[in-house]
């Protein structure tokens, strides 16, 4: 299999610092310089600063998609995806749900021509949160910024995780099955996560990630999410009671943003770990490199003072 110039360039990296001599755990040894990498790379990444970001773009441009597409469903896709992944039971905000319903009740054609317009409305300006997501992959891979051209790919991205936190609120139903009902909704958001975390890196990144990559970041950052959605289902009912309770509707929204930055960190932390994990100079970088680049890599490595010494 011919190697991508981005596997070719991480065997580059990868070979350099086996060249390296240096002492210690954290630096003489592989795992110690690819643990090293990780800290490194997630201070370099202002993870903080990025996962409150991508958060703040999540909630103003994917949350209000799955709730524009709810209008044409009486609000149910939306309000079981509120329910189960913010831990919002959407009735509890008496203002905003009566006056969602008088507005239906007084003007029926109004409203559903606004969700029209809004899901197009909300897509084109949801791109601001598959922009600031590209710029992450971007910095992390060392790869060019979608330009303008590439404008199908950021809707794309914001149907995608819209569609997917949707499918979520689903999946979560099957927990109701006696027995295997639990195992069976997390195997479930697991497989959504996973797909969902395949998709979005190659579409930003316009197929410059190898396969093994893409699956390598898919697979951590599926695990994270999972894991957080697990925890979730204790943490979020309790701190979104109390939030409400205290500040009303806007710690609600407060407890909401905060819950999408630990996710958001997340997936910023697990690209910046599996970009460490393809540096790693061991089995694991080799594994997610390819054999074909590491090849390539020390074969021209040992070329080269041959053709100096001819020079």
């Known amino acids: 299999m011919k190697p991508t110039k981005l596997s070719v360039e991480l065997a580059k990296e990868a070979l350099e610092v086996r060249k390296q001599s240096a002492h210690g755990w954290l630096r003489g040894t592989t795992p110690g310089r690819t ?27 994917v949350l209000p998609v799955i709730i524009a597409v709810g209008t044409f469903s009486n609000l149910d896709l939306a309000s079981g995806t509120l329910s189960s992944q913010f831990g919002i039971d959407p009735g509890s905000l008496t203002s905003i749900t009566r006056t969602t319903a008088d507005a239906v009740e007084a003007s029926p054609p109004t409203f559903a021509a606004f969700g029209v317009v809004g899901i197009l409305m909300v897509l084109i300006s949801g791109t601001s949160f598959a922009r600031a997501l590209g710029r992450v992959y971007g910095k992390v891979w060392d790869v060019p910024a979608l330009s303008v051209s590439g404008w199908w790919r950021w809707i794309a991205v914001v149907v995608a995780v819209a569609a997917a936190i949707g499918l979520l609120g689903r999946v979560r139903h ?22 969902l975390w395949m998709a979005v890196p190659y579409l930003l990144t316009q197929g410059r990630l190898a396969g093994r990559v893409l699956w390598a970041t898919a697979a951590l950052t599926s695990a994270c999410l999972t894991a957080i959605g697990i925890g979730g289902l204790v943490y979020l009912p309790l701190a979104v009671a109390s939030a409400q309770s205290k500040f009303g509707e806007l710690g609600v929204v407060f407890t909401a943003i905060t819950w999408l930055f630990v996710q958001s960190a997340a997936v910023v932390g697990s690209t910046v770990v599996v970009k460490a994990l393809a540096l790693d100079e061991g089995p694991i970088g080799r594994a997610l490199r390819g054999p074909v680049a590491d090849a390539v890599v020390e074969a021209n490595d040992r070329d080269l003072p041959q053709a100096e010494h001819s020079g």
């Open 35 to 61: 643990v090293a990498r990780a800290i490194r790379g997630l201070a370099e990444i202002e993870l903080a600063d990025r996962a409150m970001t991508l958060a703040a773009q999540e909630f103003i441009s």
């Open 174 to 195: 099957f927990s109701t099955v006696e027995w295997i009902g639990p195992p069976l909704a997390f195997l479930g958001e697991a497989l959504v996560w996973f797909g």
